[in-house]
């Protein structure tokens, strides 16, 4: 009876190492996503100095007409001067689709324009996309445009930069 509690147990621990490796472990095709990011929509390290960036938009369904509530938006980059991802967030879309953050303007990659990693997930889908910044714009990918395309006019990303402050609208289909 031991030697089967012993086994049993032996096998809960194996299983909740398996469950925990695949929820951390899953596939994608970003570096960085953390599935146990805090939810919060202020990023930024310092808020007084340094150079921000902010991200707002609306995400709707499929059609690319309907605004989708309580979708998860999750959200990360690389840190200001590292290479490492510690600015991450999920955030949920409220009632009328709308989501919004602000955080410190990401780090780039070598020989790399700085980018914005999305995952973002309803009970019925979930996908991958980002975000591109240059100096003079905000750029999405051929993925996200044909994953998007539903959107028409609402579908490029807008960016305005005054002083050090950025400001893009980017909106999604789910």
Excluded: C
Excluded at 66 to 95: A, C, G, M
Excluded at 138 to 149: D, L, M, Q, V, W
């Amino acid at each position: 009876m031991r030697n089967s509690a012993m086994a049993a147990s032996g096998l809960a621990f194996l299983s909740s190492i398996t469950t925990l490796h695949a929820l951390t472990s899953s596939p994608t095709p970003f570096e960085g996503y953390n599935p146990y990011a805090e939810s919060k929509t202020d990023l930024r390290t310092s808020t007084l100095f340094g150079k921000h960036l902010s991200v707002s938009g609306k995400v709707y369904d499929p059609s690319g007409n309907i605004p989708q509530s309580n979708v998860l938006v999750e959200i990360w980059h690389l840190s200001p001067n590292s290479k490492k991802y510690r600015h991450r967030t999920k955030i949920r879309t409220d009632e009328n689709g709308d989501y919004n953050f602000i955080t410190d303007y990401p780090n780039n990659e070598e020989a790399k324009l700085p980018k914005v990693f999305f995952k973002l997930s309803s009970n019925n889908d979930s996908y991958f996309t980002e975000l591109i910044l240059t100096d003079t714009g905000a750029n999405i990918t051929g993925e996200h445009f044909a994953r998007n395309k539903n959107l028409g006019k609402k579908l490029l990303p807008q960016k305005e930069t005054i002083l050090n402050q950025s400001k893009v609208k980017l909106n999604f289909t789910l």
